[in-house]
Each structure stands twice: as structure tokens, then as C-alpha cells.
């Protein structure tokens, strides 16, 4: 039974009806919206209205991209960072290399230059190796009997006085570094003549002076060079440098330390010098 204001027979729009009025309404929008652009301020509002909603479903995909862009970066920052590491490894070993080259060049420039003086006759030689006993102070080098070397020839470098030929092999010799403890080498202050005898000290690597009077005068720096009276040595080789005296209270001698000024631990090339004292 209806109920009061309730019509007994009203009767409802039906789908198609419904579906029928709904593109109508469309079909004029999209003729209001071509003609007059009616829509316009709509889809201005409704852009600014979905723009934070397109960022915030965009973010994910933007921080996929940074991240796959950073992990590229840092691993063409690594290969660089290799690449780099590797260039500057080459390049200090050639560094090392041509400051090697210019050494030895220079040592043997020097060594040419000892060679050719006309009142000296020497031979080239190379090291062949320390031994095994490094406190001995002694080195093995490449020439021997058949370059006309024999025992107690000195040895020289480009600085000063190496050693004395200790024993000698057909194509090898063993030199005895100044620096043994069991050489020495009868010497001279250059600036004073004062005549010294300059010992090896195996323990240090370092020279000493040895029986001078503790009233000798001596200073710290003086040059000493070979004196010849040994009838071994040639006279003016340069020997050792003064580092260190000292006048101990109670003994006649001084205490003389010096540093010789071959390169006794660093030479390749050497200089057999072919004294023949009889």
C-alpha cells in the first residue's frame, strides 16, 4: 500500500534511457570545450591538483634512475681511479729507471774521464755481488787475472778511494772495501800534511784515524787523501771526510770518526787502477 505523497504509478528512467542522457551530456561538453574551451579552468585545476599526486608516484622511478646513474658513475670513477693508479705506477718506474740511467751514466763519464789520464792505467769493472758476509765489506767484481789485475791494486769510483784488490781469479776478483776492518790506508790532512792512518770499521761501516796525537790538529770537514808512502796507493786519492773528533782525558790519542767518500755501498762501476811497484 503506498504511503501518503507516495505516487501508486511513477515510473523510473531505465538504463538505456540513463546511458542515452549521459553521452549527451558528454557529446556537448566536448563540443563546449572545442568550440568555446569551456573545460579549460577545469583542466588547469584539476593539473595543479594531480601534480603532487604525478611526483609523488614518479619518485620511485626518478630514484631508480639516480641510483642506477650514481652506481655507473662510481664504477667509471673506479676504472678510472685504476686506470690512474696504474699510469702512475708506470711512470714512477720509468722515473726510477732514467734517474738510474743518469747515474750510472754520470759514474761512468767519470770512470772514462780517471781512464784517460795519461799518467794512470786502469781498468773497468763492474760488481758482480756483495757476499754472502755483508759485515766483511767486501765485493766481488767482474775482471781478474786475464785484464791484467792482480793482488793489492787499488780500486776507485768516481769520488774517491773503494778499496784494494784482496784476491784475484781468472775473470773475477774479490776487493776488500776501505770500510774492512782489516784495511788501511796510510793518508794526509789536506789542509794541514799532517800524515794519518785511516782504519776500517766494520761494526759502523764507518773509518777512523787511528794513533794521531790528541794535540794533532784536526778539525771536523778536513779532507784526507792517500799519501803514497805505502808505495800502493797513488798519492792525492781522496779517502775519507772528518765527522766527528774527540780528545778523550787520560789517552795520547785522539778519537777521529770519518765517513769515506766513495760510494762503497752504492757503486756499480769501479776502476781498477794497474799500479806495478816492484
Known sequence: MATPGQLMFARRVGP???????????????????????LDVMRAGLSRVMRPVQRVMLAPFDLATEIGGFLVRHRDLQLERNRLLQERVRLHDELNTARDAVRENQELRGILALERRPALSAVAASILYQGQDWFSHRVTIDRGAGSGLRAGQPVVDTQGLVGQVTRVYPDSSEVALVSNSDQLTPAFIQRTGQRALVAGSSHSGLLEIRFLPVHADVQTGDLLLTS??????????PVARVTRVQRPQGSPYARIECVALAGIDRDRDLLVLLTRHE
Do not use: Q, S
Open 16 to 38: 538505456a534511457a540513463r546511458l542515452f542522457i549521459w553521452i549527451l551530456f558528454g557529446f556537448t561538453l566536448v563540443v563546449l570545450d572545442a568550440r568555446l574551451g569551456a
Open 228 to 237: 803514497g808512502i805505502d808505495r800502493v796507493y797513488p798519492p792525492g786519492l
